[in-house]
């Protein structure tokens, strides 16, 4: 595991009905080949986990009226994975609004 390879990198996530665009900013190191993006529900313990490649930005289908919390990890070619970027918690209000969160 990486203690700082996503540094503090900034996790956004632009809400709009029940869909989620999470953007981040990609890490500059030769050896990373993708990340992991880490969803769930508040109320829940365990983590839906999506492998999105390299990508730096995924949009998520979630459940309006209910409280998520999501980040993302970096991982190399060796299978080492990053410690989780800052968290970002929200809630989808199941009507038609974007808005940006960031952490």
Do not use: C
Not at 7 to 22: D, F, P, Q
Not at 47 to 72: C, H, K, M, W
């Amino acid at each position: 595991m990486y203690d700082d390879i996503l540094g503090k990198r900034e996790v956004k996530a632009k809400v709009k009905l029940n869909e989620v665009t999470v953007k981040w900013e990609p890490v500059v190191n030769s050896k990373v080949i993708g990340y992991n993006l880490y969803y769930r529900k508040l109320t829940s313990s365990d983590f839906n986990i999506i492998n999105v490649g390299n990508q730096t930005t995924y949009i998520i289908s979630l459940r309006p009226d209910i409280a998520y919390e999501l980040s993302v990890t970096a991982y190399d070619v060796d299978g080492k994975e990053s410690k989780h970027s800052e968290r970002v918690v929200y809630n989808l209000r199941g009507k038609n609004e974007t808005k940006t969160i960031s952490k």
